[in-house]
């Protein structure tokens, strides 16, 4: 089974869909059997669309990732 580490290595590959069936699989029922990384899941998702609505001379696809793993560090 996955755990929450692994989930949260995972998250933004599931959103954007680039994961095996295998692994999409296997990240779903971690999801219906953990509340903590459904939350996060949703606050990733409510991170990347507020980022991708920003103006694009505001941040650079660098300083974008950097927050992105920022947020999966403070996950843990």
Known sequence: MMNCK???ESATDY???SNSLV???RIRFHLFMC????????QLKLTLNIVKNLPQAQLTEAE???QVDELKQQKH
């Open 15 to 17: 959103l954007e869909g």
């Open 64 to 66: 974008i990732q950097a």
């Open 6 to 8: 692994q989930f949260s």
């Open 35 to 42: 509340v903590d990384c459904r939350k996060y899941l949703k």
């Open 23 to 25: 692994r999409t699989l």
